[in-house]
């Protein structure tokens, strides 16, 4: 399996997305908000973006695989 984290700058902006949204949800949780609230909230969207930032292809990626070249 390979590896999530390849492209460093994509799977650190996924994972500040992550852990802000996170942070967001549990304060809304902690405040008592109801359901369709949070749904609809930023922390919501946070969550979605930062785990589709740390799955995304690497800018350099057309298609198929290809070797990511040593820094």
Same mark, same amino acid.
């Given at each position: 399996?390979?590896?999530?984290?390849?492209?460093?700058?994509?799977?650190?902006?996924g994972a500040v997305s992550l852990?802000?949204?996170? @942070?967001? !949800?549990? #304060?809304?949780? *902690? %405040?008592? @908000?109801? !359901?369709? #609230?949070?749904? *609809? %909230?930023? @922390?919501?969207?946070?969550?979605?973006?930062?785990?589709?930032?740390?799955?995304?292809?690497?800018?350099?990626?057309?298609?198929?695989?290809?070797?990511?070249?040593?820094?």
């Amino acid at each position: 399996m390979k590896s999530i984290t390849i492209n460093w700058k994509t799977s650190a902006a996924g994972a500040v997305s992550l852990l802000t949204g996170v @942070a967001g !949800l549990i #304060q809304l949780l *902690s %405040s008592g @908000a109801p !359901l369709a #609230q949070i749904i *609809s %909230s930023p @922390a919501a969207a946070e969550i979605i973006t930062g785990v589709g930032l740390i799955f995304a292809k690497d800018g350099n990626v057309t298609g198929g695989t290809v070797v990511q070249p040593s820094a």
